[in-house]
T-cell receptor, first 115, second 113 residues
Framework: GENVEQHPSTLSVQEGDSAVIKCTYS??????FPWYKQELGKRPQLIID?????GEKKDQRIAVTLNKTAKHFSLHITETQPEDSAVYFC??????????????FGKGTKLSVIP | NAGVTQTPKFRVLKTGQSMTLLCAQD?????MYWYRQDPGMGLRLIHY???????AKGEVPDGYNVSRLKKQNFLLGLESAAPSQTSVYFC????????????FGPGTRLTVL
């Protein structure tokens, strides 16, 4: 099965600074790479994703970069704000065969933005 | 649209009791999933379904059963609850194509004493 690791497990930054979270995966067949954000007591929500044929994608203050050769992808948040404080999960997707796909979630990175 | 809903929101069980968690979605999604979330463990897939009448095991299926009799509903059953099943349970749904977002329900917090 897919082995997914996220680093760091916790991250504290000053408001306005940048934050980077890295996700490594083991299955070279993974072809879709999303990041989910979960605020305290809430459900996970997709914030950005990237497909295997693209190296970088940006959406305002957040971006995702993918290195398929090295099997890792990263979440970049610039100009952090207190509302960015949350747990972030990477979840590479692997095809299981017969039309079935599965996301394998990392253990999460708790980001704290200090005002 | 309500999106993905879960019933109940909270539940306390005694060891050995049974219960069913209900997930419903109104987005006409083919795929539905059940995850459990434990502190420091991320989300782990219990069972999933790729369509009405079909189910498959995920990463941690032991002690759980599921059914998908209607496309919009996905039920998770615990036949004999154990303290190790204390967790927050999330249901999710999606279209099957690559790049389609999984939409999560609000979660069910289950405590087994």
């Amino acid at each position: 099965g897919e082995n997914v690791e996220q680093h760091p497990s916790t991250l504290s930054v000053q408001e306005g600074d940048s934050a980077v979270i890295k996700c490594t995966y083991s299955d070279s067949a993974s072809n879709y790479f999303p990041w989910y954000k979960q605020e305290l007591g809430k459900r996970p929500q997709l914030i950005i994703d990237i497909r295997s044929n693209v190296g970088e994608k940006k959406d305002q203050r957040i971006a995702v970069t993918l290195n398929k050769t090295a099997k890792h992808f990263s979440l970049h948040i610039t100009e952090t704000q207190p509302e960015d404080s949350a747990v972030y999960f990477c979840a590479p997707r692997v095809h299981l065969g017969a039309g079935s796909y599965q996301l394998t979630f990392g253990k999460g990175t708790k980001l704290s933005v200090i005002p | 649209n309500a999106g993905v809903t879960q019933t109940p929101k909270f539940r306390v069980l005694k060891t050995g009791q049974s219960m069913t968690l209900l997930c419903a979605q109104d987005m006409n999604h083919e795929y539905m999933y059940w995850y459990r979330q434990d502190p420091g463990m991320g989300l782990r897939l219990i069972h999933y379904s790729v369509g009405e009448g079909t189910t498959a095991k995920g990463e941690v299926p032991d002690g759980y059963n599921v059914s998908r009799l209607k496309k919009q509903n996905f039920l998770l059953g615990l036949e004999s609850a154990a303290p190790s099943q204390t967790s927050v349970y999330f249901c999710a749904s999606s279209y099957p194509q690559v790049g389609n977002e999984q939409f999560f329900g609000p979660g069910t917090r289950l405590t087994v004493l």
